[in-house]
């Protein structure tokens, strides 16, 4: 292969003028230097990670990686030129060129091989389907098109970059140009920086999800009882919740499911409110005290237990948090919600997650000051519940863990961000000797962490005191071990003893594995519950140890991770 046009003799750029016969209507050659690290990305790309990858998505990984190698190499081999000045001869450049194809494609091959056998080890764990023989045909294909259009689009920039500049060189001197061009890539530059590109392309992302949001999922219907929110008596309209809001009213077991379950106990209704982003405030805070008012006018405070549910970005509740608990204590319980955000929960915890916070701390103070306020012979058990997201926001309404114990009667939050600060502070202080990814803390007194929550929650053998606060988080899980510092530090749950659904062969390499578990966290939820971001039945196990009713048992237990289990089947 040749060098590139612009990777040619040095000082030659873009825009120089090229010989009579160049064919102007052919692609540019690709640079020597560029593609040998592109090919060193891509063996990158297919090494192994948290989560199996489809074709499809394999392929976008590799294609992004293979642009980015390019451009690294493209770059270093410009600058190389700079210092040397000077050309290697013909016959050693055809030696070096063959000696990288070979190595290329034996090195490509190996690789292949590579991957074929962790992606069959890890869907060997998670029991999730063979990754298909013509997999690796549509991985190239996505890959190779994916690289091609990325490094053509660098190259059309460029070249509009090149041709204003010779616009404005033909007005001004050449110095004075570059100064210009310079000026106009600085005022792009903060422009992105202090935000405001940023709100503007957020503010168009925003319009087009908050038409999604006026959507209805199959099945969900309007309530008619008073005990749901944008039903008969309700402080909200049934288009004012937003579509995960009308889901979160809409579903839930009947009073006939919970009678059967509790062995044909008469059961009552649950009480599920909720404020969407339309409920009638006109900020998340009066939102807040409108789900909290909703609550209160539902009659939510002379139940058993309350639940306030912080949400993920477009307002979505896991039905397993919920559900439980009304299984458990028969229906005699009341869940609150609230929307905050219209963009999906890695947009929002992207580009806002200030409003996350705003709104976890401001629905559990304003369902507190309610709660607070009732004689404490006759006050309802009071719990928080998140998933994710929400869980980021859930943590907001409290300073520590003290504060926890001080103000609840129970929290449980699956899946937590590594952004979570109570979770950054106890996993950051666990008890020597416990791995990161199941730490222990303070010898479990309150807080204790489950991956599999039945063996892990009566870890360690000491007391639990009431109340109790529960993390649950997979090993695999990509959305908890995402951080900025696995740019240049190797984290601990790759230092320390792996997980149970951790390859022993995935290992920690700069930059690399940032990208990797980036990329891991699109296809997070894609795998069977107990791995990745997948948590359904381990919640009946969480709940049971924070708060079971009086009489549960065991066999009550794995009831419901019976019906945990169906219900995520059918959902």
Do not use: C
């Amino acid at each position: 292969m040749t060098d590139d046009v612009i990777d040619s003799a040095p000082g030659r750029d873009i825009g120089a003028a090229r010989p009579p016969g160049h064919r102007r209507w052919l692609p540019d050659r690709y640079a020597f230097g560029g593609l040998v690290i592109a090919v060193l990305f891509v063996w990158l790309s297919l090494t192994p990670t948290l989560l199996p990858r489809g074709p499809f998505f394999q392929g976008l990984v590799t294609g992004v990686s293979a642009a980015i190698g390019y451009t690294v190499g493209f770059l270093g081999s410009k600058f190389v030129r700079y210092l040397v000045q000077r050309e290697a001869s013909d016959r050693v450049k055809t030696m070096v060129r063959r000696t990288a194809a070979v190595i290329g494609l034996v090195g490509t091959a190996v690789m292949l091989v590579w991957f074929g056998n962790w992606q069959d080890q890890l869907r060997e764990i998670m029991s999730a389907a063979p990754f298909p023989w013509w997999g690796y045909l549509v991985m190239g294909i996505v890959a190779l098109l994916v690289y091609v259009g990325l490094v053509a689009t660098a190259r059309v920039l460029l070249r509009a970059v090149r041709w204003v500049e010779r616009k404005i060189s033909r007005v001004v001197p050449r110095r004075i140009s570059a100064t210009v061009i310079g000026v106009i890539v600085v005022a792009l530059v903060f422009a992105l920086v202090n935000g405001a590109a940023v709100r503007a392309i957020m503010s168009g992302l925003n319009t087009s999800f908050a038409a999604v949001n006026q959507e209805t999922k199959a099945g969900d219907e309007p309530p008619t009882s008073p005990l749901r929110s944008g039903g008969p008596e309700s402080l909200v309209t049934w288009d004012s919740l937003g579509r995960q809001g009308r889901s979160f009213i809409s579903r839930g077991p009947s009073v006939e499911d919970l009678s059967a379950f509790n062995g044909g106990r008469a059961a009552v209704e649950p009480i599920r409110t909720y404020a969407g982003l339309a409920s009638g405030g006109d900020s998340i805070r009066e939102n807040a005290q409108v789900a909290a008012d909703e609550l209160e006018r539902a009659g939510g405070f002379d139940r058993a237990v309350v639940g306030v549910a912080t949400t993920t970005g477009t307002g979505w509740i896991n039905e397993s948090l919920v559900s439980s608990l009304e299984y458990m204590y028969n229906g005699d319980t009341a869940m609150v919600g609230l929307q905050y955000s219209y963009l999906p929960s890695w947009l929002s915890f992207l580009v806002d997650k200030e409003r996350a916070h705003q709104a976890g701390e401001t629905l559990f103070d304003a369902v507190y000051d309610k709660w607070k306020k009732l004689p404490p012979e006759s006050r309802p058990k009071l719990v928080v519940m998140g998933e994710s997201l929400g869980s980021f926001g859930g943590e907001s309404a409290f300073g520590n863990v003290d504060d926890v114990e001080a103000r609840t009667d129970g929290v449980l939050f699956t899946g937590p961000p590594n952004a979570n600060e109570i979770w950054t502070d106890v996993t950051t202080n666990r008890d020597p000797g416990s791995p990161e990814w199941l730490p222990v803390y303070e010898q479990g007194e309150t807080v204790r962490f489950g991956a599999r929550a039945a063996e892990d929650l009566p870890r360690p053998d000491a007391p639990w005191g009431r109340p109790r606060m529960v993390y649950l988080q997979h090993p695999s899980d990509p959305i908890v071990w995402w951080s900025p510092e696995l740019l240049l530090r190797e984290p601990d749950w790759l230092k320390e003893e792996r997980g149970y659904d951790v390859l022993d062969s995935t290992q920690w390499f700069p930059f690399v594995t940032f990208f990797q578990v980036a990329a891991d966290m699109a296809v997070s939820t894609g795998v069977p519950d107990g791995h990745g971001h997948s948590y359904v039945v381990d919640i009946a196990d969480a709940w049971s140890a924070i708060l079971p009713p009086d009489g549960w048992t065991s066999a009550d237990n794995e009831r419901l991770r019976t019906e945990l289990a169906e219900m995520g089947a059918d959902g």
